[in-house]
Nanobody, 124 residues
Framework: QVQLVESGGGLVQAGDSLRLSCAAS????????MGWFRQARGKEREFVVA????????YYADSVKGRFTISRDNAKNSVDLQMNSLKPEDTAVYYC?????????????????WGQGTQVTVSS
């Protein structure tokens, strides 16, 4: 089993930056695809970004491309999400997830483990 714990969420103003972290425990996630998803109130969970096990391949949702950057530290068993130029529409609960395969990296159904989420609120 893999346990994922997100941190770093908070309340910021539009244009500000936040860095989310996801710490994994239970087993190493160095062979897992790691992803971030988000869910705004009243909306379905949506894909944000994913990174392959080696870190060589990344996928970004168009809405965050150029503003968000995912990175991973396999030695620390963690993955981070740097969010810059935040917009009010980025407001959501952000979830970290782990998948054994890259084939469905942008689909929430392709992920095997999930964290509890961290709230990000961006005021205008």
């Amino acid at each position: 089993q893999v346990q994922l714990v997100e941190s770093g969420g908070g309340l910021v103003q539009a244009g500000d930056s936040l860095r989310l972290s996801c710490a994994a425990s239970g087993r190493t996630v160095r062979t897992y695809v790691m992803g971030w998803f988000r869910q705004a109130r009243g909306k379905e969970r949506e894909f944000v970004v994913a990174i392959s096990a080696s870190g060589s391949t990344t996928y970004y949702a168009d809405s965050v491309k150029g503003r968000f950057t995912i990175s991973r530290d396999n030695a620390k068993n963690s993955v981070d999400l740097q969010m810059n130029s935040l917009k009010p529409e980025d407001t959501a609960v952000y979830y970290c997830a782990a998948s054994v395969t890259l084939r469905r990296a942008t689909n929430s159904e392709g992920y095997d483990y999930w964290g509890q989420g961290t709230q990000v609120t961006v005021s205008s």
